[in-house]
């Protein structure tokens, strides 16, 4: 995720029964019980087109794990929301590529009257289609759908398995979008459909215009189960201990942003980066 001065507009193993009791399926699952990425999701991980800046961020974002606690599987369609620079779309679209469908959601720059703004998700859009158009034996099939985060529609309604998003939902609640985002994440799955959230986790509740980056976990179910989705799963998987969640510029002023004075350089590169909740939910097959 990338900071700019704009407005923020901008598992249980995967074996586990649907329809398990709740107290069962949000019981948190640590690394040690997670599922294992599957060879083919590995080999994507392991993938020498990766950008080495994004792959010293293994470490911290755990993919392999953390896909794999969501239950992805390469014969899905699956849906990125706002991929940004592509760190994930390096992984998923190789790795969907033979039998699946990587879908790369983006932010659609037309639907902006402000031209700061309207340029800022030109240069995004542009950016994104480069690192496609430059590696096509990755890339080569990968689908690009544009959207307006006022009225969002990612996909022909129940097309995709799967929806991912990033550490991007404390931006559409300081836009007053989240909720039309989640709407928008239930219309496009299938029944059964899974909804993958990472997001920066903040001790409590926050407000939605808050500015630290940091949203309480209990605010992001609340978001999904408003929009119809059933809690499937929690993990600690990205979880960060060391993160006390009081740094003066926010999630940006740890790692990988390092919005900080120099002098504090250790310091925050030995709390690493931000502590995530890492959430699995499922759109009801029945409805």
């Not at 994440?185 to 509740?205: C, I, N, Q, S, T």
């Not at 979880?239 to 310091?267: C, F, I, M, Y």
Request: aromatic share 8%; net charge negative; proline share 8%.
């Amino acid at each position: 995720m990338i900071r700019t001065p704009l407005p923020r507009a901008c598992l249980l193993a995967v074996s586990l029964a649907l329809a398990a009791p709740l107290a069962q399926a949000t019981k948190p699952a640590d690394s040690a019980t997670l599922p294992a990425p599957d060879a083919a999701l590995q080999a994507a991980i392991d993938g020498g087109w990766r950008d080495p800046t994004n792959t010293a961020r293994d470490a911290y974002r755990h993919p392999g794990q953390t896909l794999a606690f969501f239950g992805i599987r390469p014969d899905m369609r699956v849906v990125e929301i706002t991929p940004g620079g592509g760190w994930y779309s390096e992984i998923l679209a190789p790795y969907l590529r033979d039998r699946g469908q990587y879908v790369a959601a983006i932010v659609d720059p037309g639907v902006f009257e402000v031209e700061r703004q309207r340029d800022y998700y030109q240069r995004s859009k542009d950016g994104l289609a480069k690192k496609f158009a430059d590696a096509p034996e990755q890339f080569g099939k990968a689908e690009v759908v544009a959207y307006d985060p006022k009225a969002p529609v990612f996909g022909e309604a129940g097309s995709a398995d799967m929806v991912l998003t990033f550490r991007n939902v404390h931006n559409w609640r300081s836009a007053g979008q989240a909720e039309g985002m989640f709407k928008g994440f239930y219309e496009v799955l299938k029944p059964g459909g899974v909804l993958g959230v990472v997001e920066h986790r903040a001790r409590a509740d926050v407000p939605a215009d808050d500015r630290s980056g940091y949203v309480g976990q209990e605010q992001v179910i609340a978001l999904a189960t408003a929009a119809g989705f059933e809690l499937a799963g929690s993990s600690e998987v990205n979880a960060n201990p060391r993160d006390s969640k009081d740094h003066p510029n926010g999630v940006w002023t740890l790692p990988p942003t390092n919005n900080h004075d120099e002098a504090d350089q250790a310091k925050y590169q030995a709390i690493g980066e931000s502590d995530r909740m890492t959430l699995r939910f499922v759109k009801p097959s029945r409805e």
